[in-house]
């Protein structure tokens, strides 16, 4: 069954007489229990932060998505990043991410993994079959983000499996840019699929979450202990909404990556931009390696323009109408964001320009192109 008839169906009640068309919202902290042998009697939820009926339906959906075993629901995508790397590491292990990894995971592992005792070593993103070298007795996990935030590599993923499977190394793939859609990580081997559902499953910029999809119970059980020792829990309102969210969640993705696509070429050919940084063009130094590992292209792309002065970039984002300033990607908004102040590397990605992110929405693709043009047009 292709994915689109999936997640229309998937999670939904029983139908009797009436029944709602998604599992109803259940508002509680507190569940109450007729007899005191259940209160400690195991096998039950005992408490709101254990979850409800819609928690289990998007779990279950999320599991379809990714073809995993289980999945721990989380308030947003940098939780169900560091759940995922705190249910694998101890006090004296070294940890591999990528030196192209979202910034705010970048942030917890050099202020809060160091507190515990964890070192977290950046390698760069092309290292494919080399990360073996960096690989030390106490390497425990490895953190993968393809392609990568702002600079948009795409990561050698069966290459540093099997490095990692070799010397019994958890690997963890950010999986938000494809939604799951277009990538899985967990076909190819890796342990752990991580998303923040605020991209393209919220899709109308107003909710938080994140999930961890693991493609083994064993690994499930040890996130999901992990997640709910460090008090994560999820609204049942948010995760209804999330839930929604998949229900459309393929024509969006389908549609905003369309015109990502379509933009990133226009973009590409204008005097004003150097290049366009989506790894679905034939210009994109991964471009082989993006058509042998994903199925689809994404709505996020980034765009190096012409060497100017950081005033003029500013100028431009400014003259721009649709394309909203903000930090997010997979809404039904189009946004921008200038990238220079935020690209922390140990490893220069090198870019001739200033970097420029792009996140396509559902608008039309003409008027896309002409606020572009319209803005382009006033550099110098
Ligand atoms: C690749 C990636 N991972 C994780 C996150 C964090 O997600 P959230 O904003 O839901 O915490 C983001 C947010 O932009 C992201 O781009």
Redesign the pocket.
């Known amino acids: 069954m292709k994915d689109a008839t999936k997640f229309a169906h998937l999670g939904r009640p029983k139908v009797g007489v009436g029944t709602s068309v998604n599992p109803p919202i259940i508002r509680a902290s507190t569940l109450l229990f007729d007899k005191a042998d259940d209160l400690y009697n195991g096998g039950h939820r005992i408490y709101g932060r254990h979850g409800s009926p819609v928690h289990d339906a998007l779990s279950e959906a999320f599991c379809a998505l990714e073809n995993g075993a289980g999945t721990t629901l989380t308030p947003?995508?940098?939780a169900a990043?560091t759940a995922s790397i705190l249910a694998n590491v101890k006090a004296g292990d070294h940890i591999l991410v990528t030196d192209s990894t979202?910034g705010?995971v970048r942030h917890f592992c050099n202020t809060q993994l160091t507190k515990f005792g964890v070192e977290t070593e950046y390698y760069p993103p092309g290292i494919g079959a080399g990360i073996e070298a960096l690989i030390r007795e106490n390497t425990s996990c490895i953190l993968l983000?393809s392609p990568g935030?702002l600079s948009m590599e795409i990561q050698d993923l069966p290459a540093i499996v099997k490095a990692a499977k070799a010397r019994d190394i958890v690997t963890i793939v950010?999986n938000?840019?494809s939604a799951g859609l277009v990538y899985a990580p967990l076909d190819m081997g890796a342990d752990i699929a991580v998303h923040?559902a605020?991209k393209f499953f919220s899709g109308h910029g107003d909710i938080?979450?994140?999930a961890v999809v693991s493609r083994t119970k064993s690994m499930a059980k040890k996130v999901a202990a992990t997640a709910m020792a460090f008090g994560n829990s999820t609204s049942p309102d948010d995760t209804y909404q999330i839930l929604r969210g998949f229900r459309t969640v393929v024509t969006r993705f389908e549609q905003q990556s369309k015109s990502a696509v379509a933009l990133a070429t226009w973009l590409e050919a204008h005097d004003k931009v150097l290049r366009a940084v989506h790894p679905a063009l034939k210009s994109h130094p991964d471009h082989a390696m993006w058509q042998r590992d994903f199925t689809g292209a994404s709505c996020l792309f980034s765009i190096v323009l012409k060497p100017c002065p950081e005033t003029e970039v500013l100028a431009l984002l400014d003259q721009l109408k649709l394309f909203a300033k903000g930090?997010?990607f997979g809404g039904f908004e189009s946004l921008v964001i200038h990238c220079d102040p935020q690209l922390t590397r140990n490893h220069d990605p090198k870019f001739d320009g200033p970097l420029i992110r792009v996140s396509c929405g559902l608008e039309d693709l003409d008027d896309m192109k002409a606020d572009w043009q319209h803005s382009l047009g006033l550099l110098a």
């Open positions: 947003c995508g940098l990043n979202y705010p983000e935030s950010d938000t840019w923040s605020t938080l979450f994140g930090f997010s």
